[in-house]
């Protein structure tokens, strides 16, 4: 079946505007995760959301990020008044919620900001 | 919260020769679920191989297999015969039984870039 899609595959901004990031999961993956990758660094975790439950918003930088899941499926990650340091890979990834479950990616989202 | 760290930032391999790549990890827990994740120029993060901490034998995928020692709380990647589309940065991770998966959940290591030279 089809994996985790991202879009859009890239996206280039200027500073002070909103982006919105789309992810879809695989069909039936409870769980959701995003994160944030810096060029040549690892993986910086933002929210994770898991069926019903309020979402793990932990890892969000600033209140300029927010995310929502409709209907436990799409995910929108959402980057208002963008900044020049916001610029990284977008990273989406569902998995099916329990703990040995592994996280299946998308391809990510490549956000530019000039 | 537990830590992952992969104290190598990039190793370098001659195709068809073995490489391992290290992951430590910093618990108190006896009971948790370990990951190797290999991600490619495509940026797509894919699953190499997983371990459970309650069994002791190794696991191992075709070429990959790995040196969990859970008392050193080690788990080493080994690549045999190393090839060409093995060129990836390596991430491992820590999965906790004890929360869910967010930020408390799932650790990732900072990664290792791996190159194969021909």
């Known amino acids: 079946g089809a994996g985790v899609s991202q879009s859009p595959s890239n996206k280039v901004t200027e500073k002070g505007k909103d982006v919105e990031l789309r992810c879809d999961p695989i069909?039936?993956?409870?769980?959701l995760y995003w994160y944030r990758q810096s060029l040549g660094q690892g993986l910086e975790f933002l929210i994770y959301?898991?069926?019903?439950?309020?979402?793990?918003k932990s890892g969000l930088p600033s209140d300029r990020f927010s995310a929502e899941r409709t209907g436990g499926s799409v995910s929108t990650l959402t980057i208002q008044r963008t900044q020049q340091e916001d610029s990284a890979v977008y990273l989406c990834?569902?998995?099916?919620?329990?703990?040995?479950?592994?996280?299946?990616f998308g391809n990510g989202t490549r956000l530019t900001v000039t | 919260a537990q830590t992952v760290t992969q104290s190598q930032p990039e190793m370098s391999v001659q195709e068809a020769e073995t490489v391992t790549l290290s992951c430590t990890y910093d618990t108190s827990e006896s009971d948790y679920y370990l990951f190797w994740y290999k991600q490619p120029p495509s940026r797509q993060m894919i699953l190499v191989i997983r371990q459970e901490a309650y069994k002791q034998q190794n696991a191992t995928e075709n070429r990959f297999s790995v040196n969990f020692q859970k008392a050193a709380k080690s788990f080493s990647l080994k690549i045999s015969d190393s090839q060409l589309g093995d060129a990836a940065m390596y991430f491992c991770?820590?999965?906790?039984?004890?929360?869910?998966?967010?930020?408390?959940?799932?650790?990732f290591g900072k990664g290792t870039h791996l190159i194969i030279q021909p």
């Open positions: 069909s039936g993956h409870t769980a």
């Open positions: 990834a569902s998995s099916q919620g329990s703990y040995n479950s592994p996280l299946h």
């Open positions: 959301f898991q069926g019903n439950s309020a979402p793990d």
């Open positions: 991770a820590y999965r906790t039984l004890y929360s869910g998966g967010g930020a408390d959940g799932l650790t």
